[in-house]
């Protein structure tokens, strides 16, 4: 019996799981810190929404690569995004966004605070 995988799947299913990884150590960080906000909040979802469209870029690509969602922007047969990944990873980034406003805010107010 053999097993074949694909290498798009199994990049696909990496991303996943880091990603699960990051956000069980963001809510740690947040458990322990107490704060809402925080920078290493700012940086993964940051970080979680460049790889998602560095991911969206690259998966395509791949020679065993099987569309399981759908075209963001393709040109012929050419795929040029998976729109999952990439829409994934732009709310991620527009969120991360959000964040630092929410932590500028807060460290304004802890610093009146003083």
């Known amino acids: 019996m053999t097993w074949k995988y694909s290498v798009s799947l ?3 299913d990496v ?6 990884v990051i956000l069980f ?6 458990l322990c810190t107490q704060k809402p906000f925080s920078k290493i909040l700012l940086r993964c979802s940051t970080g979680l929404g460049i790889l998602y469209i560095i991911t969206a870029i690259i998966v395509p690509r791949l020679p065993d690569f099987e569309l399981q969602t759908f075209i963001l922007v393709g040109i012929n047969d050419v795929i040029i995004f998976e729109g999952f990944y990439f ?6 980034i527009i969120f991360s966004v959000l964040m630092k406003a929410g932590f500028d805010y807060q460290t304004q107010l802890e610093d009146e605070m003083l």
């Open 10 to 12: 199994f990049l696909k």
């Open 15 to 20: 991303v996943l799981e880091l990603t699960f």
């Open 25 to 30: 150590l963001v809510v740690l960080v947040i």
């Open 87 to 92: 829409i994934i990873g732009l709310v991620l």
